[in-house]
């Protein structure tokens, strides 16, 4: 009797696990059901157990904005699955980010998706076609990869001082302010352009373009 008493409080002593609400792996808190966005302890989860990622695994994009608040509180962000082809975040104002990784369904992102964020690379994948000002004054944004961009919208990556590093498709089209104020942009291909708009490199870092066929705007660099 005495060993199962003791047996019992040791029991009572230790960390008890409920099944419902987001798993902990390491640093990550993982949302993989609808139950775990509404679960009491997320923000507990959090500062407890020192969370700096949250993976977002659900098929509806419904309840993703329901974590908008939890995800201010980290620093990385994993979107494992996302139910819309396009990707828009310009009114979550998630600032604090470090990072973000979306799933290969995504193909467009949205305007301002990124604007004013601290990500320091982002990886575009399946991306065909981004919208105005999507990446706009990123300060800390050193590498872009978009593989399959072919069309540069206004706006770009204006006022990404660290920009150093970008990765598109054949680009056909860079719009205005694209690379307005990208002072550590050197060097990009131009290859396939066709047309350049005003300002596309005002007070960037560029030093030579070779651009054979292109039509300059009066003020595009």
Known sequence: MLRSALAFSQFLSKDIIFSNGPKVSGKELIFEKEEDVYSPDISKTIIEK??????YNIPSQNLFEGLKGYIKSVSNLVIEQFSDSELDLSSYQLYNLKSITIPE????????CFRNWAITSIDLKNVNSVQYAAFANCIYLETIKAPLLTSIPSGFASGCYSLSSLTTGSITSIDYSAFMNCYKLTSIDLTGVTTISDSAFANSGIESIGCPKVRLAQRSI
């Open 105 to 112: 369904t995504i193909t467009t992102i949205g305007s301002a």
């Open 50 to 55: 020192g969370i700096t990622t949250i993976v």
